[in-house]
Every structure is written in structure tokens, then in C-alpha cells.
């Protein structure tokens, strides 16, 4: 069963950066795609970006700002977030699913982390 875990929430400030992990445990050898989604309360859950095998996808509205890596002896993955707004206040989810390609619709991902959450200040 993968368990992911992620940590680097934190409060800043608008026009900071900050980045988030997710250490994934309990992969098998077969191809995982990893991903970062995003909620606020009352909203859906929004996919932000991915990578897998085949590459990376990411939202058109964080093209520029967000950016993911992952690091395959640790099975982590990280995603960097630049010129931070309040609107990206949030609870990050990192999510995986056992595939070789990235889609950001939460419903194709069936093992997800607790979340971290991060507050941006104006």
C-alpha cells in the first residue's frame, strides 16, 4: 500500500516562495505517477502539476510559478512554489497513482497524503 506523506507547509508572505514535500513509501516497481492538488474549503480539489514516466503536466494557471521534481532514491517528490498570493492559500495534497502518464483530475488517483497546509499573507 503507498503512504504519502508530505511536510514544508508554512505561513508567508505574498511574492515569497516556498516548497513542499511528499515522500512516497510502499511504491512497487511498477511506474507511479506523483502529484500535487490543492483545496480550500468549499471548493474542489484542483490539480496543479504531475510527473511520471512520460513527463510532466502542468496547469495551464501555474505554468511559470509552479514546479515539480522528484528524486527516485527516495521516492520524494517536491514542488516549488514562486511569487506566492494569497489566492494559493490552501491545504497541498500529493497523490499517485500507478501509471505511466500524468492527467490532474483527483478521481484517476487512488492513494493521497494528509495534506499540508499553507497560509499566504498579504
Known amino acids: 500500500q503507498v503512504h504519502l506523506v508530505e511536510s514544508g507547509g508554512d505561513s508567508v508572505r505574498a511574492g515569497e516562495s516556498l516548497r513542499l514535500s511528499c515522500t512516497a513509501s510502499g511504491l512497487t516497481d511498477e511506474p507511479y505517477a506523483l502529484a500535487w492538488f490543492r483545496q480550500v474549503p468549499g471548493k474542489q480539489r484542483e490539480g496543479l502539476i504531475c510527473i511520471a514516466r512520460v513527463g510532466t503536466l502542468v496547469n495551464d494557471r501555474f505554468k511559470g510559478r509552479f514546479t515539480i521534481s522528484r528524486d527516485h532514491p527516495t521516492n520524494a517528490v517536491s514542488l516549488q512554489m514562486d511569487n506566492l498570493t494569497p489566492e494559493d492559500t490552501a491545504t497541498y495534497y500529493c497523490?499517485?497513482?500507478?501509471?505511466?502518464?500524468?492527467?490532474?483530475?483527483?478521481?484517476?488517483?487512488?492513494?493521497w497524503g494528509q495534506g499540508t497546509h499553507v497560509t499566504v499573507s498579504a
Open positions: 497523490a499517485a497513482r500507478q501509471k505511466t502518464t500524468c492527467v490532474l483530475n483527483s478521481v484517476s488517483y487512488d492513494s
